[in-house]
């Protein structure tokens, strides 16, 4: 069930009070502030698994999307990163660049836009996306459920192991 602004403040004025009080402990007042100012109070259960639970604090459709776009061009960048250069350099050639994860459309597709921030950032999982906008400018969101779909195929046919330049040629090429 969504808290309601009257919680949002309650618990945004019970973390100020933590951080204010207390120096150390399981909680961090600033994941709090940040879980609350993003609407992703799903974060909670995530973050705080042993305490709170997706029955609290549930994870909306979209967040799950959002992680499995994450996986997947983590999956991608870490395969492109493995390559020789005359692989890489084929790949470029292949899709314009080099692959590279650009984030989601900061105006369009702010609820997948502000998850990938909270798992980034707050969450920090994702970690080699730190460090980046996130924010493509463009819409993005059709295309990465694209490279979502040929990456699982993919990492189905390889069971897992890392994809080869014909590989990512296949997923990225438009």
């Excluded at 250069?85 to 502000?114: C, L």
């Excluded at 998850?115 to 080699?128: C, H, S």
């Excluded at 980046?132 to 069971?159: A, I, Y």
Aim: hydrophobic share 35%.
């Amino acid at each position: 069930m969504p808290m309601s602004g009257a919680e949002k403040v309650m618990l945004g004025l019970l973390a100020d009070i933590h951080k204010a009080t207390v120096k150390s402990g399981e909680i961090d007042a600033d994941f709090v502030h940040k879980a609350l100012f993003n609407n992703a109070e799903w974060a909670f259960s995530w973050e705080l698994s042993g305490m709170v639970s997706d029955e609290d604090f549930p994870t909306p459709d979209y967040v799950y999307e959002t992680a499995s776009i994450l996986s997947a061009w983590r999956h991608i960048e870490a395969s492109y990163k493995h390559l020789d250069d005359a692989d890489k350099a084929t790949v470029r050639d292949a899709i314009g660049s080099e692959p590279e994860f650009q984030g989601f459309d900061g105006n369009n597709e702010t609820e997948h836009f502000s998850a990938a921030l909270v798992m980034i950032q707050d969450l920090k999982r994702f970690d080699e996306f730190a460090g980046r906008s996130c924010n493509s400018h463009s819409p993005s969101l059709h295309r990465h459920r694209q490279v979502v779909e040929r990456t699982k195929e993919k990492q189905d046919l390889r069971q897992g192991e890392l994809l080869d330049k014909d590989d990512l040629i296949d997923i990225l090429k438009r």
